[in-house]
């Protein structure tokens, strides 16, 4: 009789165990929003403005038409290049004459582009206005320089006079922005400066000779300039409690020997504090997490919590990134110390941008707190 009741009460605890399992659900909670991270992508610019060869003459007096037609490839949220050619028409003046004299020119160009507005601001692909400022190289090939021939034969002497074809070494620099239409399509505006030989304009000054242009136009993006991450979603299983009425027959209870409990041990904590480019403020985004960490710190007073920085590689050199990633690790301590958090209780590291704790580039501005 007693081994029955032993067996009645074991097929009792599995039914009541399987019942528990068939009603164990999992249910998903994001925890994080997607983000749209940057993607390389190409572009193409056609231009078209005004050009002004530097000279004594008034500035009126030189200025002449300008267009240029580009090819850019983005790698990074910050550089780029960019090919191109560029030119149309340039001029020049004698001092002792009211008429200027024209030249035709072709300028093949290769330039390396950094995004201003990313470079100061966190990347952001729906923003406006869009700086950009660039440094390069060309070759330019003058042309149709029969006006210039023609007053050196009429007596006006022009010491770096060429005829037929010539090319020239420039350099070259500028800024611009792009004002975002759609997805696709930018108005672009810039201006830039080319430098090259004293002869480009025939007449001999002793320093070298400038080029200005000033730029409108368009910019034609080629696919998709960024991509958004999938959102971080965490589960936590559901459970949903079975009761079961269990009829007692009265028999004696029989007391079994106090359990001493076990202490629950600590399970350490870790929170990922983020933050914006090129910036150690603790973002309001973050301020739940400097929270959770706070009352964890509260609740066990015996625990201390080791807070590391570190930057991104992708942007900023090593040693900005050095001090970005030890601004951002003391942020947060001041910040646990603005709660209350006993200074003994934190030990503060930085790491710049030799470690990489995360293999998306912009999840390693951050600060890692660690309790222990």
């Given at each position: 009789m007693k081994s029955k009741r032993s067996f009645m009460?074991?097929?009792?605890?599995?039914s009541t165990l399987a019942g528990?399992?068939?009603?164990?659900?999992?249910?998903?909670?994001?925890?994080?929003e997607s983000k749209t991270t940057f993607k390389p992508h190409w572009y193409m610019q056609v231009q078209a403005g005004a050009a002004e060869t530097v000279g004594e003459a008034s500035f009126k007096d030189l200025i002449s038409p300008a267009a240029a037609l580009s090819v850019g490839y983005k790698f990074t949220p910050l550089w780029g290049i960019r090919a191109g050619a560029s030119g149309w028409q340039a001029k020049g003046k004698w001092a002792a004459l009211?008429?200027?004299?024209?030249?035709?020119?072709?300028?093949?160009?290769?330039?390396?582009?950094?995004?201003?507005?990313?470079?100061?601001?966190?990347?952001?692909?729906?923003r406006f206005f869009n700086a950009y400022m660039f440094v390069g190289v060309g070759l330019a090939g003058g042309f149709n320089n029969d006006d210039a021939v023609a007053l050196d034969a009429a007596g006006y002497r022009m010491q770096y006079l060429w005829s037929g074809k010539k090319v020239f070494v420039a350099g070259r620099g500028g800024l611009g922005t792009n004002l975002r239409l759609s997805n696709h399509v930018s108005f672009n505006l810039e201006v830039n400066a080319n430098v090259v030989s004293d002869k480009f304009n025939s007449k001999k000054?002793?320093?070298?000779?400038?080029?200005?242009?000033?730029l409108a136009g368009f910019t034609f993006k080629f696919g998709k300039s960024g991509k958004k991450a999938k959102p971080v979603v965490a589960?936590?299983?559901?459970?949903?409690?079975?009761?079961v009425e269990v009829q007692q027959e009265t028999k004696p209870v029989y007391v079994p020997a106090p359990v001493e409990e076990k202490k629950e041990e600590v399970k350490p904590l870790t929170e990922n504090i983020f933050f914006n480019i090129n910036s150690s403020v603790i973002r309001s985004s973050e301020e739940s997490k400097i929270a959770n960490l706070v009352a964890f710190?509260?609740?066990n007073a015996d625990v201390k919590v080791s807070i590391c920085g570190y930057a991104d590689a992708g942007t900023g050199t090593t040693a900005i990134n050095l001090r970005l990633s030890k601004e951002r690790a003391l942020a947060v301590e001041k910040a646990l110390?603005?709660?209350?958090?006993?200074?003994?209780?934190?030990?503060?590291?930085f790491k710049g941008d030799k470690v990489q704790p995360f293999s998306t580039n912009n999840e390693n501005r951050v600060a890692i707190c660690i309790t222990e």
């Open positions: 009460l074991m097929a009792l605890c599995l528990l399992a068939q009603n164990t659900q999992s249910s998903g909670q994001v925890t994080e009211d008429d200027s004299y024209k030249f035709n020119y072709l300028q093949g160009n290769v330039d390396a582009t950094l995004d201003l507005s990313n470079l100061f601001c966190h990347y952001n692909p729906k000054a002793d320093n070298a000779d400038w080029q200005l242009n000033a589960y936590t299983p559901e459970v949903v409690e079975t009761v710190l509260q609740k110390k603005a709660k209350g958090i006993a200074a003994d209780r934190i030990m503060v590291d």
